[in-house]
């Protein structure tokens, strides 16, 4: 079974910059992108950023574009998500997944087969 671990989140200021980090583990599924994903109280889940492990492609959400940096240890099998100048809006619980999408579908959540549990971010203005 493929495993997802998401770590880095906690709390900051707005302006901060935080990283998180994504791990898979366990099972051989073979994804072909990866992406973040996040919650605020009271939202919907949202699209933030993915990555694709052939060409390396990198997507974002307009609202983190020029702030947020995907990047991925493909010999780890280990996403990043590089936040800076954040903002209370950013407030979210983030999550990474993996899957095999095609590339029109790679911001729709629905194509995304493994999670990871999610990690806090926290922003204070």
């Known amino acids: 079974q493929v495993q997802l671990q998401e770590s880095g989140g906690g709390m900051a200021q707005a302006g901060d910059s935080l990283r998180l980090s994504c791990a898979t583990s366990?099972?051989?599924?073979?994804?072909?992108?990866m992406g973040w994903f996040r919650q605020a109280p009271g939202k919907e889940r949202e699209f933030v950023a993915a990555i694709r492990w052939n060409n390396g492609g990198k997507y974002y959400a307009d609202p983190v574009k020029g702030r947020f940096t995907i990047s991925s240890n493909n010999a780890k099998n280990t996403i990043y998500l590089e936040m800076n100048s954040l903002k209370p809006e950013d407030t979210a619980v983030y999550y990474c997944?993996?899957?095999?999408?095609?590339?029109?579908?790679?911001?729709?959540?629905?194509?995304?087969?493994?999670w990871g549990q999610g990690t806090l971010v926290t922003v204070s203005s």
């Open positions: 366990g099972g051989t599924f073979s994804s072909t992108a």
């Open positions: 997944a993996a899957g095999r999408p095609i590339l029109s579908a790679i911001r729709d959540q629905r194509v995304y087969i493994y």
